[in-house]
């Protein structure tokens, strides 16, 4: 049958649905190729339940889904299915979930991918505080998961290699721990595990870090001697092995992540590097401001000079309407003493508003901080716990308090750590689960998923949304 132009709204009214009870049905999200116009929601709805009912008729797109523009049939997602790969003009983030740190997977609306991290703590039993479990078990490395993970997403998208590498700073819960006892990589001298692990079995053409090749904003709290030189090995091996470009985060720039496939098919979609090292966009062309002392200074101050957290790099990512802030481990230690410390207050001011935002540190204490949160005024905060007082009450209650009362969704928690939180658990959106979110083509619209995490399949937990677009 020949596909044809249908609204999301005449669709529905069309009884396309019908059925299915009041807002009970798998949702069929619009990824396709030029949709067309799809109203904004006022109000964002709640998680849809499976129900009983099937798709309905998609119309003339396919069934269970809307058609799309020249004939693209649109992606469906249900409750209980492996969530749908991604299609082009889509903008998918995945948040996923080992329970040893962050690691994010981006696929942007022309197929250009990049992971942020790829954790791999070892941190063991006996680790105070406790750590999240690791997930899917014990018996898989995180380097593992998370390279399965990319793999199957990033098939359709990328020719199954990573545009960009990027590591926020250089700490185990984002780059990975290090052991001589981990494997040694079939083709290098490194041992791999977190980052090294994924980089070493899925190709990719950049690297970018906080502080290639000089390293020479050394904090008192980086990765391990070990750990370093293990990364510089496995860095060196990059470079010849895949040809990879490695080269530092320049704060400021709005051209050094870039749409690699079809650039000029995307006009509207932008990465703004906002800060790292201190150094923070001033909202004006390129230009950056120091807050940091300067580094003479800085390494004469020892412990007491900035720390690795307030040097990860931050970005704001823009899709036509829609907005993402991602700012590594942020946070605001020891402003009493030194006021620099406080890095989330001049990143927020000059980030501005956003729909989602990866909140600062793993939402722990003393992070994501009054006036930092009321700059950005998120819709939707994804957490990635992976320490027993993570997220923290205090850092939860702001975020909650903020007028526009914005979801939060947590990939993991700890069952003490639920009873610490109190009543404010139950303004969770989602607790466990590798978290997605699916913009819409063009950036007008937004959906977000909680993904099955005990298991490597991938199915469809919760669906909230859509959400209109600032």
């Known amino acids: ?275 790292v090292n201190g150094k923070v966009w001033t909202g004006s062309g390129t230009n950056v401001k120091n807050t940091f002392p300067e580094l003479t200074e800085w390494l004469a101050l020892g412990s007491n000079g900035p720390a690795e957290n307030i040097c990860s790099i931050t970005f704001r990512l823009t899709y036509g309407k829609f907005k993402y802030f991602a700012g590594g481990d942020l946070q605001y230690n020891g402003k009493s003493t030194y006021a620099w410390k406080d890095i989330e207050t001049p990143v927020g001011e000059v980030t501005g508003e956003v729909d989602v935002m990866k909140a600062n540190h793993h939402g722990t204490s003393n992070t994501n901080g009054d006036a930092f949160l009321k700059a950005l005024k998120p819709k939707a905060v994804l957490i990635h716990p992976w320490r027993d007082v993570q997220p923290n009450l205090d850092t939860i209650k702001r975020m909650l308090a903020l007028p526009n009362s914005p979801q939060v969704f947590a990939s993991n928690m700890t069952e003490a750590n639920k009873v610490r939180l109190g009543s404010t658990i139950s303004d969770f959106k989602s607790t466990q689960g590798h978290i997605v979110v699916r913009v819409e083509p063009g950036g007008t619209q937004y959906s977000i998923y909680s993904l099955e995490d005990s298991n490597q399949e991938y199915k469809v937990k919760q669906i909230f949304g859509p959400y209109g677009s600032k």
């Open 1 to 275: 049958m020949k596909n044809k132009k249908i609204s999301r709204r005449s669709f529905l009214e069309r009884g396309g649905m019908a059925g299915i009870g009041f807002m009970l049905f798998p949702f069929a999200i619009g990824c396709g190729k030029d949709i067309p116009e799809i109203e904004k929601p006022t109000e964002p709805t709640e998680p849809i339940d499976p129900g009983n009912g099937d798709g309905g008729d998609g119309g003339d797109g396919g069934d269970g889904g809307n058609g799309g523009d020249g004939g693209t049939t649109l992606p469906v997602v249900k409750v209980g299915e492996v969530f749908p790969a991604w299609v082009e003009g889509c903008l998918d983030i995945h948040a996923i979930n080992t329970g040893r740190g962050e690691s994010t997977l981006y696929i942007l609306p022309d197929g250009t991918t990049m992971l942020v991290d790829a954790s791999g703590s070892l941190g063991g039993p006996t680790v105070d505080p406790p750590l999240t479990p690791s997930k899917p078990n014990d018996s898989v490395t995180s380097g593992t998961v998370i390279t399965n993970y990319v793999k199957h997403y990033i098939a359709p998208a990328s020719n199954n290699k990573l545009n960009y590498l990027l590591l926020t700073h250089y700490h185990a819960d984002h780059l990975g721990s290090y052991s001589a006892s981990s494997p040694l990589a079939p083709e290098g001298n490194f041992r791999m595990g977190g980052l090294t692990e994924v980089g070493a079995k899925i190709p990719f053409d950049t690297l970018i870090d906080r502080d290639y090749p000089n390293f020479k904003y050394k904090t008192a709290d980086m990765s391990d001697n070990n750990a370093m030189s293990n990364y510089v090995k496995f860095v060196n091996w990059s470079k010849t092995a895949y040809g990879a470009v490695v080269e530092p985060f320049e704060a400021g720039r709005d051209d050094q992540i870039v749409l690699k496939q079809n650039a000029s098919k995307y006009p509207g979609f932008t990465i703004r590097n906002i800060a």
